[in-house]
């Protein structure tokens, strides 16, 4: 069962084509519409990849998937789910979140990524001072701005101090401060890729240790950099840890503050670090791993108090003292420290941080070029003309409005293919950024002329990413396949997920059915006593041996506030991961157990309860599981009844040969 719903959801991810060609043969209908040989031969093939060899099916089963899930998709779409504004509203959304990754130039993104990884092995200490001027400013201000921040970068080259003249002449406030900020006189610390906007980064990591950088632009002006420092970048590190989850109100559970405490105790003692992980940590992905947790950088972890503590640790093998957390009580050691990944391992999260970056001016630049090859633009001749007349004195303040004249908006601006922009559209987008408009000495040219050329290649990135589908094969199968994908969930959701959940009576009879897959193995009510010493489990054999309680027992061997032992009581069943791998279900004190130096078991079992049923309650999350299987395996039947299904013998005869 395992093995057919791992094999549905990649084939579930997966039937989509970009298109068929002439002589691509009809391999079965449903209700008469056709699906390809070629879309069932490429999905085929994928999973043949994808799955182990020993978990691969025969073509038979694939192709009875894989008719199932069409039928699952004729049922959608008859439905009308696809319609759906919740639908349509989420796939829109994935659609434009997908675009982005087709929406770059490979060579331009490679070379911007190889640069991005280079720099984040260093982290640069840099001053710098701003003059502000904007982006839209009149050429004799631009100039003014530039003289202004050469004059200041003069002075420092002649022996100024950078950080009197940050603090004189900057306009970043924090360079002088204020009654709540001390002034930071330029100073930015430490910084690597991606902490600052791209033209200021490059100038730093561009710029020697103790030299000071010509003038740069960015958005907020023109700033000259100087380089404090330059260190290595701190890169990621392993640790494992112990983790006792927080008592849950009313939950008859050990006090986690003090076992925590008890565990450490241990530790410092000489007990095992990753035997007492394995024994006791509650995080039950890394407890059987003895608590390693994968490696992590700064900023990976959902919890920074657990990542400062980690990260404070210095040698292997060191260990924290226990700490709180979000998630509950902790207790770190530090495996190994790592330097940064390889570049391969680093460039899809590296790529992904640069479309979201100011970087990607350097992508659309190359985009364009392409998209200007790949479609047929055309320009108004008097387009940029018309609109340099409106520039009067009007439009550089709030009082400008849009044209009124119809004639005059409804004039083509550009057009892509068949698609026309139109002076309205370019009138209105000035109009919505007249905010930058506002200027000091404006130039109406200039500005016409630049807002002209963001508004076009706009439009042009825009109508590239509309187009996607038709001249990106790659897009076109992996947006099929979510647009298909997600039509499923909300299938599946109302037809069986749902039903499963809210049909107690269903669920009810379905468990009463099937109550021999749900039983309990052999369990113990018992005591399971954990030492680190054998000295010590032979004394708590004794005493258990002796009928004393677990506090008297702790009074006797936990001294000099040394933890010699730590009790877990409660019900295990067999095979449970506390016990002993050989432990024998017998009434009494056990023999003492020793998986390793350090690890020594006593179990103490009061009560041997046999197998039994599970009672429902116990576990409800398991047969709805089941339950929803077993509807689902019903619900295709009627799929196969309701729709009819063509399979053209044929056709599917060759396929077999082929593959076989």
Same mark, same amino acid.
């Given at each position: 069962?395992?093995?057919?719903?791992?094999?549905?959801?990649?084939?579930?991810?997966?039937?989509?084509?970009?298109?068929?060609?002439?002589?691509?043969? !009809?391999?079965?209908?449903?209700?008469?519409?056709?699906?390809?040989?070629?879309?069932?031969?490429?999905?085929?093939?994928?999973?043949?990849?994808?799955?182990?060899?020993?978990?691969?099916?025969?073509?038979?089963?694939?192709?009875?998937?894989?008719?199932?899930?069409?039928? $699952?998709?004729?049922?959608?779409?008859?439905?009308?789910?696809?319609? $759906?504004?919740?639908?349509?509203?989420?796939?829109?959304?994935?659609?434009?979140?997908?675009?982005?990754?087709?929406?770059?130039?490979?060579?331009?993104?490679?070379?911007?990524?190889?640069?991005?990884?280079?720099?984040?092995?260093?982290?640069?200490?840099?001053?710098?001072?701003?003059?502000?001027?904007?982006?839209?400013?009149?050429?004799?201000?631009?100039?003014?701005?530039?003289?202004?921040?050469?004059?200041?970068?003069?002075?420092?080259?002649?022996?100024?101090?950078?950080?009197?003249?940050?603090?004189?002449?900057?306009?970043?406030?924090?360079?002088?401060?204020?009654?709540?900020?001390?002034?930071?006189?330029?100073?930015?610390?430490?910084?690597?890729?991606?902490?600052?906007?791209?033209?200021?980064?490059?100038?730093?990591?561009?710029?020697?240790?103790?030299?000071?950088?010509?003038?740069?632009?960015?958005? *907020? @002006?023109?700033?000259?950099?100087?380089?404090?420092? #330059?260190?290595?970048?701190?890169?990621?590190?392993?640790?494992?840890?112990?983790?006792?989850?927080?008592?849950?109100?009313?939950?008859?559970?050990?006090?986690?503050?003090?076992?925590?405490?008890?565990?450490?105790?241990?530790?410092?003692?000489?007990?095992? =670090?990753?035997?007492?992980?394995?024994?006791?940590?509650?995080?039950?992905?890394?407890?059987?791993?003895?608590? #390693?947790?994968?490696?992590? @950088?700064?900023?990976?972890?959902?919890?920074?108090?657990?990542?400062?503590?980690?990260?404070?640790?210095?040698?292997?093998?060191?260990?924290?003292?226990?700490?709180?957390?979000?998630?509950?009580?902790?207790?770190?050691?530090?495996?190994?420290?790592?330097?940064?990944?390889?570049?391969?391992?680093?460039?899809?999260?590296?790529?992904?941080?640069?479309?979201?970056?100011?970087?990607?001016?350097?992508?659309?630049?190359?985009?364009?070029?392409?998209?200007?090859?790949?479609?047929?633009?055309?320009?108004?001749?008097?387009?940029?003309?018309?609109?340099?007349?409106?520039?009067?004195?009007?439009?550089?303040?709030?009082?400008?409005?849009?044209?009124?004249?119809?004639?005059?908006?409804?004039?083509?601006?550009?057009?892509?293919?068949?698609?026309?922009?139109?002076?309205?559209?370019?009138?209105?987008?000035?109009?919505?950024?007249?905010?930058?408009?506002?200027?000091?000495?404006?130039?109406?040219?200039?500005?016409?002329?630049?807002?002209?050329?963001?508004?076009?290649?706009?439009?042009?990135?825009?109508?590239?990413?509309?187009?996607?589908?038709?001249?990106?094969?790659?897009?076109?199968?992996?947006?099929?396949?979510?647009?298909?994908?997600?039509?499923?969930?909300?299938?599946?959701?109302?037809?069986?997920?749902?039903?499963?959940?809210?049909?107690?009576?269903?669920?009810?009879?379905? *468990?009463?059915?099937?109550?021999?897959?749900?039983?309990?193995?052999?369990? !113990?009510?018992?005591?399971?006593?954990?030492?680190?010493?054998?000295?010590?489990?032979?004394?708590?054999?004794?005493?258990?041996?002796?009928?004393?309680?677990?506090?008297?027992?702790?009074?006797?061997?936990?001294?000099?506030?040394?933890?010699? !032992?730590? =009790?877990?009581?409660?019900?295990?069943?067999?095979?449970?991961?506390?016990?002993?791998?050989?432990?024998? *279900?017998?009434?009494?004190?056990?023999?003492?157990?020793?998986?390793?130096?350090?690890?020594?078991?006593?179990?103490?079992?009061?009560?041997? #309860?046999?197998?039994?049923?599970?009672?429902?309650?116990?576990?409800?999350?398991?047969?709805?599981?089941?339950?929803?299987?077993?509807?689902? $395996?019903?619900?295709?039947?009627?799929?196969?009844?309701?729709?009819?299904?063509? #399979?053209?013998?044929?056709?599917?005869?060759?396929?077999?040969?082929?593959?076989?």
């Amino acid at each position: 069962m395992k093995n057919s719903i791992q094999l549905f959801l990649i084939l579930l991810v997966s039937f989509t084509t970009f298109g068929q060609s002439k002589k691509d043969k !009809v391999l079965f209908t449903i209700e008469g519409e056709p699906t390809y040989v070629s879309e069932f031969s490429r999905v085929y093939k994928k999973n043949l990849d994808i799955i182990d060899e020993k978990d691969q099916k025969e073509i038979e089963e694939y192709f009875d998937l894989f008719v199932e899930y069409k039928l $699952k998709l004729k049922e959608a779409k008859n439905l009308k789910l696809d319609e $759906k504004d919740s639908y349509v509203k989420e796939l829109a959304g994935y659609r434009k979140q997908l675009s982005r990754n087709y929406m770059t130039d490979n060579n331009a993104t490679e070379k911007l990524t190889k640069e991005a990884y280079d720099r984040l092995q260093k982290e640069v200490k840099a001053s710098h001072i701003l003059i502000n001027v904007s982006l839209d400013a009149a050429p004799k201000d631009t100039l003014a701005a530039y003289n202004k921040i050469m004059d200041i970068r003069k002075s420092i080259l002649e022996g100024a101090d950078f950080g009197e003249m940050a603090v004189k002449h900057s306009d970043d406030p924090s360079a002088k401060g204020n009654q709540k900020v001390a002034a930071n006189k330029g100073n930015l610390g430490y910084f690597s890729a991606f902490r600052m906007v791209y033209p200021f980064e490059s100038a730093a990591f561009n710029t020697q240790k103790g030299e000071v950088s010509m003038p740069v632009r960015t958005q *907020f @002006g023109y700033h000259i950099v100087k380089v404090e420092d #330059i260190r290595d970048n701190a890169g990621e590190i392993t640790v494992a840890h112990i983790l006792l989850l927080d008592k849950k109100e009313g939950e008859n559970k050990e006090d986690p503050e003090q076992k925590i405490k008890d565990i450490y105790s241990q530790i410092q003692d000489g007990g095992d =670090f990753g035997a007492l992980a394995k024994r006791f940590s509650e995080d039950r992905s890394s407890g059987v791993n003895k608590g #390693i947790l994968p490696k992590f @950088g700064r900023g990976r972890l959902r919890s920074k108090i657990f990542e400062d503590v980690a990260f404070s640790l210095d040698k292997a093998k060191e260990i924290s003292k226990p700490f709180k957390s979000e998630f509950g009580w902790h207790i770190v050691q530090l495996i190994s420290k790592h330097p940064m990944k390889s570049y391969e391992e680093e460039k899809p999260l590296l790529e992904r941080k640069i479309k979201n970056d100011k970087r990607a001016n350097v992508i659309n630049t190359s985009i364009l070029k392409k998209i200007n090859q790949l479609y047929k633009i055309e320009e108004g001749k008097t387009a940029r003309a018309d609109f340099y007349k409106l520039a009067d004195a009007s439009f550089f303040s709030k009082n400008w409005k849009k044209p009124t004249d119809k004639t005059f908006l409804d004039k083509t601006l550009f057009q892509i293919n068949d698609t026309r922009v139109t002076y309205d559209e370019f009138a209105t987008y000035l109009l919505k950024n007249r905010s930058r408009n506002m200027v000091k000495n404006p130039d109406a040219k200039g500005f016409i002329n630049r807002n002209y050329k963001e508004f076009m290649d706009n439009k042009l990135l825009s109508f590239y990413e509309s187009d996607l589908e038709n001249v990106n094969e790659d897009f076109a199968a992996i947006y099929g396949e979510y647009r298909d994908g997600l039509l499923l969930f909300d299938l599946m959701e109302n037809e069986i997920w749902n039903k499963a959940k809210t049909d107690t009576l269903g669920l009810e009879k379905f *468990f009463n059915d099937n109550k021999e897959d749900y039983k309990w193995k052999e369990r !113990v009510e018992a005591v399971i006593a954990s030492c680190s010493k054998e000295a010590s489990a032979k004394k708590v054999q004794e005493l258990l041996e002796a009928g004393k309680s677990l506090d008297e027992i702790k009074k006797a061997v936990n001294k000099d506030s040394k933890v010699n !032992v730590i =009790f877990s009581p409660g019900v295990f069943e067999k095979g449970h991961r506390n016990l002993p791998e050989d432990f024998k *279900f017998t009434k009494g004190v056990s023999k003492i157990y020793n998986d390793g130096k350090t690890d020594f078991t006593i179990v103490k079992v009061d009560k041997i #309860i046999p197998e039994s049923y599970k009672k429902l309650s116990e576990i409800k999350g398991k047969v709805i599981s089941d339950y929803q299987v077993y509807l689902e $395996k019903e619900w295709v039947t009627s799929l196969k009844k309701n729709y009819e299904v063509k #399979i053209n013998k044929r056709v599917y005869r060759k396929l077999e040969k082929l593959v076989k």
